[in-house]
């Protein structure tokens, strides 16, 4: 059985449901995707060139995928604009849906976005502080700097987190369940191709453990998006998780460029790191076993 509120979330998604329909509209919001990432990375290049010199748009370019500088990691935040824009033309071109039938009512989604706040922000804090014990990451941004772009670098990771909650648990979750009844295309389909989005070469061996991590959160966030009929609670989650793990303590072959600390244990050591990931995967469950108590009084 489904969550009544999920249910009412899928009001107009129910409207135009085929199959054809949500294909077509994986392909535009691709096609927009695309052309929006072309002209940030074109203006990107063009403030490079202007800030220094031509020879440097290709190196800056070409790392840009384990963002080290604070200009990558925001450029590389802001490319998500495109997946932002091309869910909500998806919806609104193939299924003449507004932005608040993928979104949740205001009301539900700001309760689950603040609700995940407050629980997340503590437990990954606290879980952040701990392994700090045991390895003190190294210095990265200075504190100045990190604060003078805090604003920016808030807006775009809500952005990015925005964008991708919006795609998997918005208009393709959502329309998924619109047409099929089965659970584990709806439910389980798209938190699998959340999980094969973080795909890393970089983790090496622990690649396994990175890609469990996504699943557990693509499954959790599902959840939450059932339980409370909004993506509220789930972009919460998401903003708190990747608040901690790109703001306050990266770790080093990942995007590190806007944080404060960087653990210089490789992201694909096996040992110390194996078990940070081991440990972050139950943390995440234990979250969302406090999140589904908050949001079901």
Partial sequence: MRHPEFEAMLHDARLYPRIWRIVAGLLLLIIVYVGCTAIVLGITAALVAGAGSVYEILPFLTTLAIAATPGQVLALLLTFSGMFIGALVAAAALHFRGPESLFGPWSEWRRGFLAALAVALPVLGLLTAIG??????????????????????????????????????????????ARFRARWIWFWLPAILFALLHWSPEAGANLPLVLLSALTFGLIAADLTERTGSLGAAMGLHFANNFIALLVVSIEDTITGLALYVSDVPIGETGVQSLGIGVSIVVLVGIWAILRRVLDR
Avoid: I
Wanted: glycine share 4%; aromatic share 10%; no cysteine.
């Fill in 132 to 177: 700090w014990l045991f390895d003190a990451p190294a210095p990265n941004l200075d504190a100045a700097t990190w604060a003078m772009l805090l604003p920016l670098s808030l807006s775009l990771l809500l952005l990015q987190t925005g964008s991708e909650e919006l795609v998997f648990r918005g208009y393709l979750m959502q329309q998924l369940a």
